[in-house]
């Protein structure tokens, strides 16, 4: 079965804090996304990555950088946390050339205060 | 702008009634269309559609796609109390998922 975890299920920080999560997915996949979810919105995608040390930007970048040093490992961090980047934040993971087939980890809930 | 909008955005029922969840997309490259359960957790895969009028089939959930109309249906018959969740619909472009909102679907006894 493919695991995909993430680091925290709850986090909670102050505005201006610099903010890491992490994803972690032990199946060897190439590609790695990061998601974040709304009310309304859906699923928004931030960031992907298709191999170590690449990533690309997704739909709503802005106030995130992600690190990809280790194939299995993938982080989102917030370099100055803000109010309205309180949301759920989703990874997933998937094999190279299967983008759509992605599994999802159990998301971190972050509440920006 | 690709977008994907589902339909209805919340939806109660008792158990034993059937539902349709209602998909539309408009993506670029179209690729594929896929559905997506999520509880209080991961969004757990359900199905990936990519050819019209075949009807894929998982137990009491079941779904099909119209390339030429754009959309998608997901059915659930006789439903349970574990059915409740939310309902994601995915449209896959060559290079992303595009994701509606989803239906929150709740089930009572």
């Known amino acids: 079965d493919v695991k995909v975890t993430q680091s925290s299920r709850y986090l909670v920080k102050r505005t201006g804090e610099k903010v890491f999560l992490e994803c972690v997915q032990d199946m060897d996949h190439e590609n790695m996304f990061w998601y974040r979810q709304d009310p309304g919105l859906g699923l928004r995608l931030i960031y992907f990555s298709y191999d170590v040390k690449m990533k690309e930007k997704g739909d709503i970048p802005e106030g995130y950088s992600v690190s990809r040093e280790k194939k299995e490992r993938f982080s989102l961090i917030l370099e100055s946390a803000s109010t309205n980047q309180t949301s759920m934040y989703l990874c997933?993971?998937?094999?190279?050339?299967?983008?759509?087939?992605?599994?999802f980890g159990p998301g971190t809930r972050l509440l920006v205060l | 702008e690709d977008k994907v909008v589902q339909s209805p955005l919340s939806l109660v029922v008792h158990e034993g009634d059937t539902v349709t969840l209602n998909c539309s997309y408009e993506?670029?490259?179209?690729?594929?269309l896929l559905w997506y359960k999520q509880e209080k957790k991961a969004p757990t895969f359900l199905f990936m559609l990519t050819s019209s009028g075949i009807e894929k089939k998982s137990g009491r959930l079941s779904s099909i796609l119209d390339k030429k109309e754009l959309f998608s249906i997901l059915n659930i018959t006789a439903t349970q109390t574990g059915d409740s969740a939310i309902y994601l619909c995915a449209g896959y472009n060559t290079d992303k998922l595009i994701f509606g909102t989803g239906t929150r679907l709740q089930v009572f006894p």
């Open positions: 993506v670029t490259n179209f690729r594929s």
């Open positions: 997933a993971s998937s094999f190279y050339g299967y983008q759509e087939t992605q599994y």
